[in-house]
């Protein structure tokens, strides 16, 4: 993948394929991702080994079943966006209700790359794929609506692992025209860092490696639901690993209350308009 090498943000897809790799290797795999190995290729198992903190390859197996879980429970929403796709290969490994279109956003020369290696290999998407290159800091919604988003109907939009990439300002700003953007009965799931995850010293090594390599985490909340309700999402639904719906027997740990401090955590959210 010629765009993971060039470093910086888009090469954390590949990190994150290779995460979705190492689980689809396990017997007791939460899912199954055939392609990830492939599109994830060297570069991206090396990063995998180099940001490897207890917890992580647990949380990323956990954050994919979330929204895989996510997505199966809403199939009446026949438009789905993944908002900075990377190398998800979800277009490829999920049961889609026929008549789905996935509209997957990143950068375009990542998804130029990701097409590429997609025929390569001969994958075959299992619903209406289509790539929408973007900057998600800058004008995402007229791309959108020329790949043919309709947003006149309801959207399921799956932000995952991008808004801790960007600087707080775009990523409340592009959670708040997600939700101007949506139609009634849209819906919205992702996941979000702590602020303890930033300044916490278990991360301290990890986040100085994101920094060395170009691709700092920038922000994070102790406050999720209130950065989802500020940006116009409502009723959200927010879990932290090990709490029911977002354990799934892989995460090892009792759930860390709420205000704990000093101690990295991740939220799962899903939340309407
Ligand atoms: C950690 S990866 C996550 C990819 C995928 N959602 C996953 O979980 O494997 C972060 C992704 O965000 C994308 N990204 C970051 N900033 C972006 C921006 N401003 N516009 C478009 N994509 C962006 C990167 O290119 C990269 O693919």
Redesign the pocket.
């Known amino acids: 993948m010629t765009d993971t090498r060039a470093g910086g943000?888009?090469a954390?897809?590949g990190?994150?394929?290779a995460a979705?790799a190492a689980e689809t290797a396990r017997p007791d795999a939460l899912f199954r991702d055939d392609l990830a190995a492939a599109l994830a290729g060297p570069e991206g198992a090396a990063r995998y080994e180099r940001y490897a903190n207890p917890g992580t390859s647990e949380f990323l197996a956990v954050r994919?079943r979330y929204l895989d879980e996510a997505i199966a429970a809403h199939p009446h929403l026949a438009q789905v966006v993944?908002v900075?796709?990377?190398?998800?290969a979800r277009a490829a490994r999920l049961d889609w209700p026929a008549g789905t279109v996935l509209y997957e956003?990143?950068?375009p020369a990542?998804l130029a790359a990701k097409d590429a290696r997609l025929a390569e290999l001969g994958a075959r998407p299992r619903c209406d794929r289509r790539a929408v290159g973007?900057?998600?800091?800058?004008d995402?919604r007229a791309p959108l609506a020329a790949a043919g988003w309709d947003a006149a109907a309801p959207t399921l939009w799956i932000v995952?692992?991008?808004l801790f990439?960007?600087p707080e300002d775009a990523a409340r700003t592009l959670l708040a025209d997600l939700a101007t953007a949506s139609a009634p009965g849209s819906v919205l799931a992702g996941d979000l860092l702590s602020h303890q995850s930033m300044v916490s010293e278990f991360t301290r090594d990890g986040l100085g490696r994101l920094r060395e390599d170009g691709c700092p985490w920038l922000w994070g909340s102790d406050e999720p639901e209130e950065v989802l309700t500020t940006a116009g999402w409502r009723g959200p639904d927010v879990r932290t690993p090990g709490e029911e719906g977002a354990s799934f027997g892989r995460w090892p740990w009792p759930p860390l209350p709420r205000g704990t401090l000093g101690l990295p955590v991740n939220y799962l959210f899903t939340a309407t308009v």
């Open positions: 943000v888009a954390t897809a990190w994150t394929a979705r994919t993944l900075a796709a990377g190398l998800d956003i990143d950068r990542l973007a900057d998600l800091a800058g995402w995952e692992g991008l990439y960007l």
